[in-house]
C-alpha cells in the first residue's frame, strides 16, 4: 500500500491501515497457532485455519461491507470443496483442502479496503503473503490482473465488449491459451470465485446468471479513481469480463467431460449460505434527570424515558445502513419498552416497514433497585453498574442466567425463523445484549462485574451475526467504527 500511495502522493484511509495491521496480526498468529505445516499438502486443519483467519478478521475490523459478500465467502469454498471432491473422484489430481483452503482468504483484502476493484487484490495477495502462507500454494489463485492484461491483448471491438457479438478465431485462440495455462486448482477456484454468489429473484448463481451479472459489471463500479491500479484496470475490465465468459464456460466443459456433475452440486448447495440476526440497543434517551430507568411498568408515567433527536437519528442511520448494504430484513422484534419500539419504528421507516413484534424475551432485566432509591447514574457508574449483587436483594432483581436464557431462547427462535439470506433484526437493551453476546458460543455465565468491561454495545449501536445453515455462529461484527473511540456505556 505504501509504495503505491507514495507514488500518486495520496494517503491511505487511517481505518483501511488499522484493518489492515489487524488483519496480519491476526493471520499471523492464527497460523502459527496451529499446525500449518509449510508443504505442499494442505489438510482440512489447515482448511479451518483459512476459515478462522477470516471469521476472526471479520469481527476484529466491522468492515462496512454488503451483506453479498458474507454470503459469498461462504458458499463459495463449500462450492469449490464440493468440485474438487469430486473431480479427485474421477481421476483428477487436485487438493479440496487446498482450494477450500485458499478460496476461505481470496477475498481478504475487501477487509481493508471494500469495494476498491483490483486493489483488495494486490492487497489481499500481499496480506497472504505476510501471514506465512507460501507463494507456490498462492500461486494457484487467479489473477484479475493477468486475466485483464490478457484480455487487452484480444483487441475486442464495442459490440464484443457489450456482448453482442462472439469472439473471432484469433481472439478464441488467445483465451484457450489462456485457459490451457490454468492449473486444475486456479480453475476451480476460479470457477467457484465466480459461481458461488447468490442472485435474489434466482438463488445460488449458475451460468445464466453468471451471465447477466457480468453483463451489468459496470454499473456496480466506479467509473474513476485516485488509485493507479483501478486507473490502470478501468479501461480494461469490460474486455476481461468477456474472457472471463470464455474460461467459465470451457470450465463447464472440462468439469463435465471429467464427469462432474455441476447441476448435482448445485443442487445440494441451492439453500446453503448464512442468514443474519442484527442485535441492536436502542438508541440515546431524553433522560434530563439523569435517573437510573429500567423497565417502564414500575416507573411513574413522567418518567419514562424516551427517545432523545440524537437517539432518533442513530436508528434511522442503523436503518439506512442496513438497507445501503443490502440486508435483507424480513421481520423486527423489540422490547416492550417504549424507547426500544421507538427504536424498531424508526428502524423500520428506513427498510420499507417490514413487520414489528414486540417480545418480552427481550426485555430489559427487571431491576428495579436503583430507580426506587432515585440513584442518578453517575451514582450507578461509581459501583461498576451491578444490579445483580446482594445489595439489591430485596428487590428480586432478575439473574443473569435468567436474561441469558430468555435472550438465547429469542435469537434462536428468530434465527429457526429466517430462510437463506434473510435477516432479522432483534432491539433490546444494553445488558441483556451484553449477556447474550458474551455467551453466543460460550456456556460460562460472565462475572456480573465484568460484564461491562466485555462486549458491551453502545446506544444506537448493533452487532450483525452471521449464522451459518446449520444455524451455527460463523462470526458477528459491530456497526461502529473500527477508529477506537471512548465510548459511553451508560
Known amino acids: 500500500m505504501s509504495s503505491e500511495t507514495l507514488h500518486v502522493k495520496i494517503k491511505e484511509d487511517e481505518t483501511a491501515v488499522l484493518r489492515y495491521q489487524k488483519l496480519k496480526s491476526i493471520g499471523q498468529e492464527v497460523l502459527a497457532s496451529g499446525s500449518f505445516i509449510l508443504t505442499d499438502h494442505t489438510t482440512e486443519s489447515d482448511a479451518n485455519l483459512g476459515k478462522?483467519?477470516?471469521?476472526?478478521?471479520?469481527?476484529?475490523?466491522?468492515?462496512?461491507?454488503?451483506?453479498?459478500?458474507?454470503?459469498?465467502?461462504?458458499?463459495?469454498?463449500?462450492?469449490?470443496?464440493?468440485?474438487?471432491?469430486?473431480?479427485?473422484?474421477?481421476?483428477?489430481?487436485?487438493?479440496?483442502?487446498?482450494?477450500?483452503?485458499?478460496?476461505?482468504?481470496?477475498?481478504?483484502?475487501?477487509?481493508?479496503?471494500?469495494?476498491?476493484?483490483?486493489?483488495?487484490?494486490?492487497?489481499?495477495?500481499?496480506?497472504?503473503?505476510?501471514?506465512?502462507?507460501?507463494?507456490?500454494?498462492?500461486?494457484?489463485?487467479?489473477?484479475?490482473?493477468?486475466?485483464?492484461?490478457?484480455?487487452?491483448?484480444?483487441?475486442?471491438?464495442?459490440?464484443?465488449?457489450?456482448?453482442?457479438?462472439?469472439?473471432?478465431?484469433?481472439?478464441?485462440?488467445?483465451?484457450?491459451?489462456?485457459?490451457?495455462?490454468?492449473?486444475?486448482?486456479?480453475?476451480?477456484?476460479?470457477?467457484?470465485?465466480?459461481?458461488?454468489?447468490?442472485?435474489?429473484?434466482?438463488?445460488?448463481?449458475?451460468?445464466?446468471?453468471?451471465?447477466?451479472?457480468?453483463?451489468?459489471?459496470?454499473?456496480?463500479?466506479?467509473?474513476?479513481?485516485?488509485?493507479?491500479?483501478?486507473?490502470?484496470?478501468?479501461?480494461?475490465?469490460?474486455?476481461?469480463?468477456?474472457?472471463?465468459?470464455?474460461?467459465?464456460?470451457?470450465?463447464?466443459?472440462?468439469?463435465?467431460?471429467?464427469?462432474?456433475?455441476?447441476?448435482?452440486?448445485?443442487?445440494?448447495?441451492?439453500?446453503?449460505?448464512?442468514h443474519f440476526i442484527v442485535v441492536a440497543r436502542h438508541g440515546e434517551l431524553n433522560n434530563p434527570k439523569n435517573i437510573v430507568y429500567n423497565r417502564d411498568s414500575f416507573m411513574l408515567p413522567e418518567?419514562?424515558?424516551?427517545?432523545?433527536?440524537?437517539?432518533?437519528?442513530?436508528?434511522?442511520?442503523?436503518?439506512?445502513?442496513?438497507?445501503?448494504?443490502?440486508?435483507?430484513?424480513?421481520?423486527?422484534?423489540?422490547?416492550?419498552?417504549?424507547?426500544?419500539?421507538?427504536?424498531?419504528?424508526?428502524?423500520?421507516?428506513?427498510?420499507?416497514?417490514?413487520?414489528?413484534?414486540?417480545?418480552?424475551?427481550?426485555?430489559?432485566n427487571f431491576s428495579p433497585g436503583p430507580y426506587r432509591e432515585k440513584m442518578t447514574m453517575n451514582q450507578l457508574a461509581e459501583i461498576g453498574g451491578n444490579v445483580y449483587s446482594q445489595r439489591w436483594e430485596k428487590y428480586q432483581h432478575e439473574q443473569p442466567d435468567s436474561v441469558v436464557k430468555r435472550m438465547h431462547q429469542q435469537f434462536m427462535e428468530m434465527s429457526n425463523s429466517l430462510k437463506t439470506g434473510e435477516t432479522g433484526v432483534l432491539v433490546s437493551h444494553g445488558d441483556p445484549i451484553a449477556w447474550l453476546l458474551n455467551t453466543l458460543q460460550s456456556e460460562l455465565i460472565p462475572n456480573p462485574e465484568d460484564l461491562r468491561h466485555l462486549e458491551y454495545p453502545a446506544k444506537g449501536e448493533a452487532v450483525i451475526v452471521i449464522i451459518n445453515s446449520d444455524n451455527t455462529i460463523y462470526s458477528s461484527y459491530s456497526t461502529r467504527s473500527f477508529l477506537p473511540t471512548n465510548r459511553k456505556i451508560y
Not at 507456490?136 to 489463485?141: E, Q
Not at 433527536?309 to 438497507?323: A, C, F, P, R, V
Open 52 to 274: 478462522k483467519i477470516l471469521t476472526e478478521g471479520i469481527h476484529e475490523t466491522n468492515p462496512p461491507l454488503w451483506a453479498s459478500y458474507f454470503e459469498h465467502i461462504i458458499i463459495a469454498p463449500e462450492y469449490g470443496k464440493k468440485i474438487a471432491s469430486s473431480a479427485a473422484d474421477c481421476g483428477l489430481d487436485v487438493n479440496p483442502y487446498e482450494i477450500e483452503f485458499l478460496l476461505h482468504l481470496h477475498d481478504v483484502g475487501r477487509l481493508v479496503t471494500s469495494s476498491a476493484y483490483l486493489r483488495n487484490d494486490y492487497i489481499g495477495n500481499r496480506l497472504l503473503v505476510e501471514f506465512g502462507i507460501p507463494r507456490p500454494l498462492l500461486r494457484n489463485l487467479p489473477s484479475n490482473e493477468k486475466l485483464m492484461s490478457t484480455a487487452e491483448t484480444m483487441n475486442l471491438d464495442h459490440e464484443q465488449l457489450t456482448f453482442q457479438s462472439p469472439l473471432n478465431e484469433e481472439q478464441k485462440k488467445i483465451a484457450s491459451e489462456y485457459f490451457e495455462g490454468m492449473s486444475p486448482t486456479t480453475r476451480i477456484i476460479n470457477f467457484a470465485d465466480n459461481l458461488g454468489k447468490r442472485d435474489k429473484k434466482n438463488g445460488l448463481f449458475n451460468a445464466e446468471i453468471f451471465l447477466s451479472y457480468l453483463k451489468s459489471q459496470e454499473s456496480r463500479y466506479d467509473q474513476s479513481s485516485l488509485w493507479p491500479s483501478i486507473k490502470w484496470a478501468l479501461p480494461k475490465r469490460q474486455a476481461g469480463a468477456i474472457l472471463q465468459s470464455y474460461i467459465i464456460e470451457k470450465t463447464v466443459e472440462w468439469l463435465t467431460n471429467l464427469g462432474v456433475d455441476l447441476n448435482e452440486i448445485h443442487d445440494q448447495l441451492s439453500d446453503f449460505g448464512p
Open 303 to 364: 418518567d419514562r424515558i424516551h427517545l432523545s433527536d440524537s437517539g432518533k437519528n442513530q436508528m434511522e442511520i442503523l436503518g439506512q445502513t442496513l438497507h445501503k448494504r443490502q440486508f435483507n430484513v424480513t421481520q423486527i422484534i423489540a422490547s416492550p419498552e417504549e424507547r426500544a419500539q421507538e427504536s424498531a419504528k424508526f428502524i423500520s421507516d428506513q427498510l420499507g416497514n417490514p413487520p414489528i413484534a414486540i417480545n418480552p424475551n427481550l426485555d430489559d
